[in-house]
């Protein structure tokens, strides 16, 4: 009698058990979906200028997003190239004038850049006096007691004593220049050579 019942139990336990199997089964079938109708013609969206422009502005601004971070960047690399060179020029120009205006110096790369740029040292009636004709005259006072009286020269002491000098025949050979120029008067090739010839015996 129990095992009767034990029996019937066993067989509503199984049948219940494949009812749910086959019905979680047939669930997951793509066969039993049901197949989607064909869209109608008029449903199919159409490729025209207007779309066509409508998809070229979507993926242009999916673009941009990418392009202006470049763009910013080398704003950034421009600012910061200006800023260099505007900063290394005002300290190549506060050099300039601290070592030629403050501290008197007359170094070759100070003589060398009075060569390009026209620094005034002094006014000859209308006409300033080149920095570079100052410097010449001082360096080339320099240069002699350096080389050639090393014994008697006193150093900056007497370079200082010098530069009064040096500015005094800057100015008057700026004043020969124009009285030179007012009287029309020129100087030939061969009379400078002339010249040059009779200081190298003057001097040996």
């Known amino acids: 009698m129990i095992r009767n019942r034990l029996k019937r139990t066993n067989k509503r ?3 219940l058990v494949l009812d ?8 997951l079938n793509p066969l ?12 199919v969206p159409q490729i025209t200028n207007e779309t066509i422009a409508e998809h070229r502005e979507e993926v242009l601004s999916g673009a941009r997003k990418f392009i202006y971070p470049l ?5 950034r690399i421009v600012v910061i190239t200006v800023g260099i060179v505007v900063a290394a020029s005002i300290a190549f120009l506060v050099y300039c004038l601290l070592g030629m205006y403050k501290l008197y110096q007359h170094n070759a790369f100070l003589y060398r850049v009075t060569q390009v740029v026209p620094f005034p040292i002094a ?5 300033f006096v080149a920095y ?14 350096e080389t050639q009286r090393q014994d008697e020269f006193g150093g900056e002491k007497q370079l200082n004593a010098f530069r009064q000098q040096a500015l005094d025949y800057a100015i008057r ?6 009285l030179a120029h007012e009287n ?5 090739n061969k009379e400078v050579d002339t010249r040059i010839t009779e200081v190298r015996n003057q001097n040996r």
């Open 32 to 43: 039993s979906d049901k197949v989607e109708e064909p869209r109608k013609i008029e449903e």
């Open 13 to 15: 336990v199984k049948d």
């Open 123 to 127: 006014k000859a009636g209308d006409d």
């Open 132 to 145: 570079e004709n100052y410097l010449f005259e001082l360096r080339r006072y320099a240069h002699y007691h």
């Open 20 to 27: 749910s199997v086959v019905e979680k089964a047939a669930s």
């Open 173 to 178: 050979n700026a004043y020969v220049k124009d």
């Open 184 to 188: 029309d008067v020129k100087v030939t």
């Open 71 to 75: 763009q910013h960047s080398k704003h």
